[in-house]
């Protein structure tokens, strides 16, 4: 299958060769190594593994149908879902990107025992997600309201399941038109993240926020082609 490498981080196609065999974005000015892949795995397998984590595949059906050790697909997908975390963090400004780092700092998921919230956010037409302790949410409030997006939680009730409560509450987001716009994109992701979620079964704390960006990713790239989505994804690794 045919790739065309574009910029890991913009997705610019418009690219020059620059010193120790790199290939710098003409409008980003990244620079990496287009023809390098991780993990020794060539870049059929690479494929293979990509296409059905597009098609939301589970690790032993990759497995089976790839011909790849079931514990090389599994760190496989960990390596992808943090090459996906970082970059669909690129929706975001950099002030908000900070906030959201304070917060992990300060409430870390793995020390929280109850069910963590969800939190959903929007800028200019893309989303992103992550989770927080309940008891951190007071502190994110009263950041995110400082900064250009748009965000509400959902929480997780233990009888019904994954239930959206949305608390939704705009940042600096005028006029009201664009409010929205953008109340009905998060919703519209919602739908989306809880459909994904409810059929994956337990998420480890610690692991959760990969999944929440993995799906955020998903939902940002759902009118690109199965085929431009492996493109990406290839490119992602190669960055």
Not at 43 to 51: D, H, R, Y
Not at 143 to 164: A, D, H, N
Request: glycine fraction near 6%; hydrophobic fraction near 35%; include cysteine.
């Amino acid at each position: 299958m045919a790739t065309k490498t574009i910029c890991p981080r913009c997705g610019n196609d418009k690219l020059y060769h620059v010193r120790r065999d790199k290939l710098m974005c003409s409008s980003c000015r990244y620079e990496w190594k287009a023809d390098r892949l991780p993990l020794r795995l060539r870049k059929t397998q690479w494929e293979a593994i990509l296409w059905h984590f597009i098609n939301d595949k589970s690790s032993n059906y990759i497995s089976s149908e790839s011909d790849i050790e079931r514990r090389r697909v599994l760190r496989s997908l960990l390596l992808l879902r943090r090459a996906i975390a970082d970059n669909v963090k690129n929706v975001l400004d950099v002030r908000t990107t900070d906030v959201l780092s304070e917060i992990a700092r300060a409430f870390p998921l793995q020390n929280t025992r109850q069910r963590p919230l969800f939190v959903l956010l929007g800028r200019k037409n893309h989303v992103f997600a992550t989770a927080v302790p309940r008891e951190g949410r007071p502190r994110l409030v009263e950041r995110l309201k400082k900064c250009p997006v748009s965000f509400s939680f959902v929480r997780w009730e233990e009888k019904s399941g994954l239930v959206g409560t949305y608390l939704y509450e705009v940042g600096r987001l005028t006029p009201a038109a664009a409010a929205r716009q953008m109340g009905s994109l998060l919703e519209g992701f919602w739908e989306y993240l809880r459909g994904s979620l409810v059929g994956r079964g337990g998420i480890r704390h610690k692991r959760l926020p990969l999944y929440l960006a993995e799906c955020a990713w998903k939902y940002n790239h759902r009118r690109l082609s199965r085929e431009r989505k492996l493109n990406q994804l290839l490119n992602l690794l190669r960055g």
